[in-house]
Each structure stands twice: as C-alpha cells, then as structure tokens.
C-alpha cells in the first residue's frame, strides 16, 4: 500500500528553528509537496521537490531524497503565526495526490 | 476576490438529508476536486474533474455525486447524509490535468458539515 509518515505533534519555541520529516512509500513518485494548514482554514502551497536536494524559500526550506523516501520541511527564526499543521504530499506514478495526516507544529513564546 | 470560493461554509443537518455543496473558481484552471478530511485531518480526495469530465472517482458510496457544469463549477450532492459524512469538504483547482507540471492545488474555504 502506500504511505506518508510524519510526526503528530511537534512543538518549538519563537525564534528557533525546527525540522519536520516526512518518509514516503509510495507506487511511484511524481514530486512531493508541502502545505500549510491554519486551524480552520483551507491548505496553502508551500513549496515542491522533484529533483533531489535543498529547495530554499525565505523563512522555509524543503529537502528530498528520492532514493531514501524522505522528506523534510525546515522552518528557521520561527514566529507565533507559523503555528499550523503541515501537510506532506507525494504524487505517485498515476499521478494522485497521496496525502500525509500533518504535524500539527507549535510555537511557544 | 476569491479564487475558490465554496458555500455553504457551515452545515448542520439531519441523519437522511440531501444537501449540497457549491464550488466555484475564476483562476481559469482547467482540473477541479473534491477532497474530504476527516477528523483526524487526512485529506482524502473524492472526486476530479477536468474541463467538466470526471477523471478521478474513488471509492465513495454513490449517495455522493458530483456535478460539473462547466469546468469552472464543481457542486457535490448528498443524498441520505449519515453520521459519518461528517467533515470538512474541500474544493481544490489546479491549472494542470493528470500532468502535475504545474501541481499546485488552490484551496477553497472549506464547508464543515455536520450531521446529527
């Protein structure tokens, strides 16, 4: 079958910096997407990795490894407002959507 | 102006109800979803639809039935709710169609359906 897997529940502290994983099995692999989610709100695109390596944009980063089905989303000089859960997805080779329960990441003062 | 937008946002309804749910993006994309999440916050997707054809239907019960009038449309049906099609439903569009060169999902609100 296929799989995502991260973390539950992370929680950190404001000005830090934190590493959500993810590790897929998955039939297939087309790019992997994170998102974010606020409570109660719709998921927003954070970032995309087809190729391996480190994507950097601003504040947060994304890492693949295709060869290691793994994932990570790194969020540095964390703020308040970053408290969401964060969503890791994979596009297999028919190329669905395969969704990651999320991290539910929070911040403390 | 919003680029997803769905209603109802909040629905509260009896055990063997129909009701609906509307969607509608002004992004130009060609693909729209319907994807569930349940409580424990896995979105699952239901239904896709590209330039109003069905391209993906999982495996709902067939009280669930989408309808596309045109490819910026997407409406979802519920005949004879039960207690479990409580959740959040969510309408997504991506430029893209079962090529994900493009990938990025657009999220509508939401519209958290309870049934009693």
């Known amino acids: 079958g296929q799989n995502i897997d991260q973390p539950t529940e992370m929680t950190a502290t404001e000005g830090a910096i934190v590493q959500i994983n993810c590790t897929y099995q998955?039939?297939?692999?087309?790019?992997l997407f994170w998102y974010q989610q606020h409570a109660g709100e719709a998921p927003t695109f954070l970032s995309y990795?087809?190729l391996d390596g480190l994507e950097e944009k601003g504040r947060f980063s994304s890492f693949l490894s295709r060869s290691k089905g793994y994932s990570y989303l790194l969020l540095k000089e964390l703020q308040m407002k970053d408290s969401a859960s964060y969503l890791c997805?994979?596009?297999?080779?028919?190329?669905?959507?395969?969704w990651g329960a999320g991290t539910k990441l929070i911040i403390k003062p | 102006d919003t680029a997803v937008s769905q209603t109802p946002k909040y629905l509260v309804t009896q055990m063997g109800n129909d009701k609906s749910i509307k969607c509608e993006q002004n992004?130009?994309?060609?693909?729209m979803y319907w994807y569930k999440q349940d409580s424990k916050k896995f979105l699952k997707i239901m239904f896709s639809?590209?330039?109003?054809?069905?391209?993906i239907n999982e495996t709902v019960p067939n009280r669930f039935s989408p309808k596309s009038p045109d490819k910026a449309h997407l409406n979802l049906h519920i005949n004879s709710l039960e207690l479990g099609d409580s959740a959040v439903y969510f309408c997504?569009?991506?430029?893209?169609?079962?090529?994900?060169?493009?990938?990025?999902?657009?999220f509508g609100e939401g519209s958290r359906l309870t049934v009693l």
């Open positions: 997504a569009s991506s430029p893209g169609t079962a090529d994900w060169n493009t990938g990025e999902l657009f």
């Open positions: 992004l130009g994309h060609d693909t």
């Open positions: 639809y590209n330039n109003k054809e069905l391209i």
């Open positions: 998955t039939s297939g692999f087309n790019g």
């Open positions: 990795n087809v």
């Open positions: 997805a994979v596009v297999d080779s028919n190329y669905q959507l395969i």
